[in-house]
């Protein structure tokens, strides 16, 4: 997450063109509004799918759509040498993982003003499952005499197995499935646990 926030902070938003480094070397990322009336060079437009440009509010409302296709003209004209348009064949969105089609928009661009790439023959796409590398959850091995996979003894829970601890010492928030009480987040200086 810090990454993240690190590279939000450190990305520009604006256009005014308040900064020190020179202008080929930024990368300038912001909403279609804010873009009207200038130009780039190169402009890459996400997202063209359908429920996100245009957005799901817009299909019932002729006007809405309506706006929303000028809208992405004004993207598309924005770029003076080269214009890269992309959608997802799947999202994440909301919570779910949803599958996406392709702008209407994409659509209504004549043929012969575009460049489609398209997945290569053969090319296969990987169904990852829930027992996937990619999903599993991060914990730490080893806090001293505390780490994941121990097993513990409580007072009142019994026996348990550590799944997973944050922090250390008297502070540590831990993660237990006890056999009979289920599975619990412990504060280390209150559980009074006892190793075995």
Not at 49 to 74: A, G, I, T
Not at 130 to 158: C, R, Y
């Amino acid at each position: 997450m810090n990454e993240v926030l690190g590279f939000i902070s450190l990305a520009s938003l604006d256009s005014s063109g308040d900064t020190n480094a020179p202008v080929n070397q930024n990368v300038q990322l912001m909403t279609i509004h804010s873009a009207k009336g200038l130009e780039f060079p190169y402009v890459f437009l996400t997202g063209m799918e359908e429920d996100l440009f245009p957005s799901r509010q817009s299909k019932d409302e002729p006007h809405l759509m309506d706006e929303e296709r000028r809208l992405c003209y004004v993207g598309m004209t924005r770029a003076m040498k080269k214009l890269t348009l992309s959608f997802a064949v799947k999202r994440f969105l909301h919570g779910q993982s949803l599958y996406a089609y392709p702008s209407r928009f994409l659509d209504e661009i004549p043929s012969q003003y575009l460049n489609t790439i398209k997945q290569k023959y053969g090319a296969t796409q990987k169904n990852y499952t829930e027992d996937d590398i990619f999903n599993q959850d991060i914990a730490p091995e080893s806090n001293g005499q505390l780490s994941v996979g121990a097993t513990v003894k409580h007072a009142k829970f019994g026996f348990g197995t550590v799944l997973n601890f944050e922090g250390d010492g008297d502070s540590a928030r831990i993660q237990i499935k006890f056999k009979q009480a289920g599975t619990k987040w412990l504060i280390s200086s209150y559980a009074n646990l006892e190793f075995v």
